[in-house]
């Protein structure tokens, strides 16, 4: 598993949008400026997922007002994630990682067969990562289950704390 530092670059990537096409982090960077939240979340079967991104959705303006934007990845499948966008009327970028190549680029807890607990079937856990206007990692969080993740307004609080103590 790879094991990523504050201050690290962060993994580019180019992904499946849910809706279709793809999503590239790089570009992506370069055309709306700020920072990013890139989170890892289970999957759109997940009810504590779904509250989450929900949750994110109606904190977006308050995020975009700091020049904070979110993307969101899930090794669940694309059409899945789809009709979970809609339901929710999500509208930052959802994206698929069949592969788990991302997942493992950034080290995010993977509950695969041999995991001690079934917990229902092989998916990625939650994890957080706050990236700069650069693409470097300014604060990381992983889960190795579904419990304990930052929302909206803990989120909140990281982004400010890290912006008003940047060196």
């Given at each position: 598993?790879?094991r ?6 962060a993994?580019?990537?180019t ?9 590239s ?40 007002d700091k ?92 982004a ?8």
């Open positions: 598993m790879n990523l530092q504050l201050g690290d670059l993994p580019s990537f992904l499946p949008r849910a809706e279709g096409g793809d999503y982090l790089q570009q992506d960077l370069s055309e709306r400026p700020g920072w990013r939240f890139v989170i890892f979340f289970r999957g759109s079967w997940c009810p504590a997922c779904n509250e989450e991104l929900q949750d994110l959705q109606d904190s977006l303006s308050y995020f975009e020049d904070i934007h979110f993307t969101a990845l899930s090794t669940d499948n694309p059409n899945d994630l789809n009709e979970m966008k809609e339901k929710h009327g999500l509208t930052f970028p959802i994206l698929g990682d069949a592969k788990q190549d991302i997942l493992n680029q950034y080290g995010v807890y993977y509950h695969g067969e041999d995991s001690p607990y079934e917990d229902h079937g092989i998916h990625g856990e939650p994890a957080y990562y706050l990236l700069d206007e650069e693409g470097k990692i300014m604060y990381q969080q992983q889960q190795t289950s579904p419990f304990g993740r930052p929302h909206a307004k803990e989120l909140r609080k990281i400010a704390y890290i912006r008003k103590n940047l060196k």
